[in-house]
């Protein structure tokens, strides 16, 4: 009964109401998650992802990559044994593919990478040491020609050393001999005079044996004249385990006069996750946006790839997975509130509620909850939407939000709910860490839809329990 009268007037107010419901979702207090790519822009940093041509079939995620991002990398397309896998045979096509969609996205792009011991064709290895330098300089020279005013940064060389700090004993090092580094930096300056040209590997992220070799061997480019003009710390991190010297390290990079980014950044912790490791991977992910912010220098933060439907993890290393900042299904995990907050955002959820300053008792009152549907965005055949669930008298720890769209849009992918569709209705629940509302607070959810003729305003409606 009570469900029918509030429905009903929620349903009037937004017949008459539509614009103002609106504008109410620019009030801080129900601010939407602002996109992480519109809070770095505005504190001068980028936030970029990874994706590959096949993620980028997956139109949800694809709009997900668009709306956080503004940088790109390529999971796979720049790499020797797609772009090169014969001799002088060169395939950009992935490649391209990828940079279009970034450029269609308002994204700039890292390209990586040019010499690697991985993913790297067997010709290339077995070639005898003469002919393997000659190969290294012809594909970085085409591949960087190819690609010369189309991307912000090249990761030159990857993953050259290894933890004790000693070079990599790759087919590379073992035929090349130490000089092989510097010869590709020099190949890609002599291709492409602009683009920013990285030096990138894993387990250099906090100082040690490993990151102290790096800088040494930037210090010595820059007092050559070898030319380099950034480090990427690629951050391929556990869950409790992100090393406390991170910023320092950063920094001491920042000072011999390179600039660094965080190019691969991940999380992982052996699955399943629970809320326990999801809420110490979401204080993990600030502490390293907060280690790259807090250096002028650190140019921006990559990770590989946004949601854990993609992530390259369970497949490298068995039993661990859940890396990233959006789950399985494309929603928000408390990563990403955390990475938002980082960022100077409101996060997904009002401050307010996820940090009250007193404990609050339930009056033991019927447990009631309202929402409101606002259309925070729209452009041709899409559109963002935002839902704020506003607790009643009592508290509450779960809340349901169902609606029918009257013109048969579409959810295509939600942030801070759990959503099932079925023909145009919709039924949104709260996650784990959005349930909990005191007496009268809000929290809110988010979704990327589509629309063809209309996009008319849902009546929604809402039960706590
Ligand atoms: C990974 C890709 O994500 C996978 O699809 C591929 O099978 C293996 O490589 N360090 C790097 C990246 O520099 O290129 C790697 O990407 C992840 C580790």
């Not at 996109?35 to 822009?41: E, G, T, V």
């Not at 709009?63 to 395939?91: C, H, I, S, V, Y």
């Not at 990285?198 to 250099?204: A, G």
Request: charge should be negative.
């Amino acid at each position: 009964m009570a469900r029918r009268t509030w429905q009903a007037g929620i349903s009037a107010m937004v017949t008459a109401l539509g614009v103002v419901a609106i504008t109410l979702t620019n009030a801080p207090e129900a601010a939407a998650a602002s996109p992480l790519r519109d809070l770095a822009a505005a504190k001068g940093v980028y936030f970029g992802t990874a994706a590959t041509v096949g993620e980028l079939n997956d139109s949800a995620y694809k709009a997900l990559g668009a709306r956080e991002a503004d940088m790109m990398t390529p999971g796979n397309e720049m790499k020797w044994d797609t772009t090169e896998p014969n001799r002088g045979q060169f395939n950009f096509g992935p490649g391209d593919a990828v940079v279009a969609a970034a450029t269609a996205a308002n994204q700039r792009v890292r390209g990586h990478t040019l010499v690697w011991h991985s993913q790297t064709p067997n010709w290339v290895q077995n070639l005898p040491a003469t002919e393997l330098r000659q190969a290294m300089v012809d594909h970085i020279t085409t591949e960087v020609n190819h690609y010369e005013g189309k991307l912000y940064a090249w990761d030159v060389v990857n993953e050259a050393f290894s933890e004790d700090g000693t070079r990599r004993q790759s087919f590379w090092q073992q035929k090349l001999g130490d000089g092989y580094i510097a010869e590709a930096f020099r190949a890609a300056r002599a291709a492409d005079p602009a683009v920013k040209l990285y030096y990138n590997d894993y387990n250099t992220d906090g100082v040690g044996a490993k990151s102290d070799a790096v800088y040494n061997m930037v210090k010595s480019f820059l007092q050559q004249g070898v030319p380099i003009d950034g480090v990427g710390l690629q951050a391929h991190l556990i869950v409790g385990q992100v090393p406390g010297s991170m910023r320092q390290n950063i920094q001491r990079f920042v000072d011999l006069g390179v600039e660094v980014a965080i190019t691969e950044l991940d999380i992982r912790m052996p699955t399943p996750a629970t809320a326990a490791k999801l809420a110490t991977q979401a204080s993990d992910y600030k502490a390293a946006a907060d280690a790259c912010l807090a250096v002028a220098g650190c140019v921006g933060i990559t990770t590989w790839g946004l949601s854990d439907k993609y992530s390259w993890i369970p497949s490298v290393f068995p039993g661990e997975g859940a890396a990233l900042p959006f789950d399985d299904a494309l929603q928000a995990k408390p990563a990403y509130d955390a990475l938002n907050r980082a960022y100077g955002g409101t996060g997904s959820t009002p401050t307010s509620t996820t940090t009250p300053t007193t404990p609050t008792t339930p009056t033991g009152g019927a447990k009631s909850c309202t929402a409101s549907y606002a259309i925070v965005s729209q452009w041709q055949g899409g559109f963002q939407g935002e839902v704020k669930v506003t607790a009643g008298g009592s508290a509450v720890t779960a809340w349901t939000v169902t609606w029918t769209f009257p013109n048969g849009q579409s959810v295509s992918s939600v942030w801070n709910a759990s959503v099932v569709t079925s023909g145009s209705g919709v039924t949104a629940k709260n996650l784990n860490y959005n349930g909990r509302l005191d007496p009268g607070a809000g929290t809110a959810f988010g979704f990327l839809g589509s629309w063809n003729s209309a996009n008319g305003i849902p009546s929604v409606a809402c039960t706590a329990s």
